[in-house]
């Protein structure tokens, strides 16, 4: 079965600083991987998603991931924090092998931006 | 992507109601998903509902208890059935679009049981 395991419930980071989201997800067979952001009271909205080909994929807001398949792991960074950019963030795998519809969440992790 | 909305955006019920929940999309999808996300949590997949068969329920989701319809491909409704305190959530509709099935979501319904 296919699990993802976002390291850190909640991460904080300065104004202009580098995020770092961690994300490690076990799957028999090569993932989709996808990245979301929840702002307060809404509904999710896809940053950024792997699906084949290049490993470094960019995405909206100045986002970006890497696939690293030997590391089984997909964190998301970004090179300068903005306040803007608060809010929760889940990671989610999708499997292949088994079509593909369904998303597997990571529990989340809340950024946090200090002035 | 997909533009999709929802009604109610929020409700407050009495226990032992229940409530039903639309999912509109902007184009024909096949795949539509309905998730609870409980506060503080993330999210949990109720079921998968394509149009023209049953939809299919994770474990611990009844059809008695989350009956869902999927009268079309740009349609469905979610229905939360004699509810308690435990079934304060927010529930959220997906399309699942593209080569690699990534879900656009819907803004959410925030439900509150008193």
């Known amino acids: 079965a296919q699990s993802v395991t976002q390291l850190g419930s909640h991460v904080s980071v300065s104004e202009g600083a580098l995020v770092l989201l961690r994300c490690n997800y076990s799957?028999?067979?090569?993932?989709?991987l996808f990245w979301y952001v929840q702002y307060p009271n809404q509904g999710l909205q896809l940053l950024l998603k792997y699906t084949t080909g290049a490993t470094l994929v960019k995405g909206i807001n100045g986002f970006e991931a890497e696939f690293k398949k030997s590391e089984t792991s997909f964190h998301l960074t970004k090179p300068s924090a903005h306040m803007s950019d608060a809010a929760e963030y889940f990671c989610a795998v999708s499997d292949q092998g088994q079509g593909a519809q369904k998303l597997v969440f990571g529990q989340g992790t809340r950024l946090t931006i200090n002035p | 992507s997909a533009v999709i909305s929802q009604k109610p955006s929020r409700d407050i019920c009495q226990r032992g109601t229940s409530l039903t929940i639309q999912c509109q999309v902007d184009?024909?999808?096949?795949?539509m998903f309905w998730y609870r996300q409980q506060p503080g949590q993330s999210l949990t997949l109720i079921a998968t509902?394509?149009?023209?068969?049953?939809?299919?329920?994770e474990s611990g989701f009844v059809i008695d208890k989350f009956p869902i319809s999927r009268p079309n491909l740009t349609f469905s409704t979610l229905t939360v059935s004699n509810m308690s305190p435990e079934d304060s959530s927010i529930y959220l509709c997906s399309v699942g679009v593209g080569r690699a099935w990534e879900q656009y979501f819907g803004p959410g319904t925030r439900l509150t049981v008193t």
């Open positions: 509902a394509n149009q023209g068969s049953e939809a299919t329920y």
């Open positions: 184009s024909q999808v096949t795949m």
């Open positions: 799957s028999s067979v090569p993932p989709y």
